[in-house]
């Protein structure tokens, strides 16, 4: 029998696939910047930095070791699938309702008129970034990764174009919210409407401590970085204002 090479264009297209999604993501994200930062100005979009950079870090503590638990368990078994499911079911609601009963006391502390009906909004981001951890997971162990990107994408696209119509409307912050609200529902929406195996809604145990071993401290090196990003963010906003903040996270093409 003879074999035929494999496609170099095909296998260019494999190799630059896992980039796809990370390098479409910063390109939609730079173009709706230079769309929307004209229209809301460096308050606006400081106030909406400053924000999310509070919400980022809580998002980031709750699904980085919940994602790195399941990348490391050899062969999960389904038990473990529902029991990370109703986890971050659970954890994701606390943090979320968390987040929006310390808003007052935060809004405080940083002194920006606006700032709390912003952070209470964008409140629910960290319980639909819980409900993505399991259907990416899965996907990705089944080699779907193209859906994951693909559903990354949508996201961009769906939620940069509310924004954008929000924006010249004259809606000002808001329209980032509902930008980044939008990309989150979408993602979500198109990552568990993917056909697949069913995951069940069952608490184990057994399977949690499993999921709490695999999630040990190396999930930092998966934090750090995100954590000192925001952090600056937030220090510099609490110190300077949100024009300040909105100046750095510019400068270190940091969302």
């Known amino acids: 029998m003879i074999e035929f090479p494999v496609d170099p264009g095909r296998r260019l297209v494999d190799a630059a696939r896992p980039y796809l999604a990370p390098v479409v993501g910063e390109i939609g994200w730079f173009g709706f910047f230079l769309l929307l ?4 100005g460096p308050r606006g979009y400081g106030l909406f930095t400053l924000a999310i950079s509070g919400i980022a870090i809580a998002e980031v503590l709750l699904v980085e070791p919940a994602a790195r638990a399941l990348r490391r368990i050899a062969a999960p078994e389904e038990r473990h699938w529902s029991t990370m499911l109703v986890t971050m079911m659970g954890l994701g609601a606390a943090t979320s309702f968390g987040l929006y009963a310390v808003a007052g006391p935060v809004t405080a502390v940083v002194g920006e008129e606006g700032f709390g009906d912003i952070f209470r909004s964008l409140a629910v981001l960290p319980l639909l970034g819980a ?33 954008v119509a929000l924006a010249w409307a004259g809606e000002g912050p808001w329209s980032l919210v509902a ?58 906003g609490v110190l300077l204002g949100p024009t300040a903040t909105e100046i750095m996270m510019f400068t270190t093409a940091k969302r």
């Open 37 to 40: 930062a004209p229209v809301i």
């Open 131 to 163: 409900l993505t951890v399991v259907p990416r997971a899965a996907l990705r162990r089944e080699g779907r990764a193209a859906v994951v990107s693909a559903a990354g994408v949508a996201g961009v696209v769906a939620g940069g174009g509310i924004g």
């Open 179 to 236: 930008q980044i609200v939008v990309q989150r529902l979408v993602e979500c929406t198109v990552l568990w409407g993917v056909p697949g195996e069913r995951i069940g809604i069952i608490w184990s145990p057994r399977h949690f401590a499993d999921l709490a071993k695999a999630a040990d401290r190396s999930a930092l090196a998966d934090v750090c970085p995100a954590l000192g990003a925001h952090g600056r963010c937030i220090l510099i």
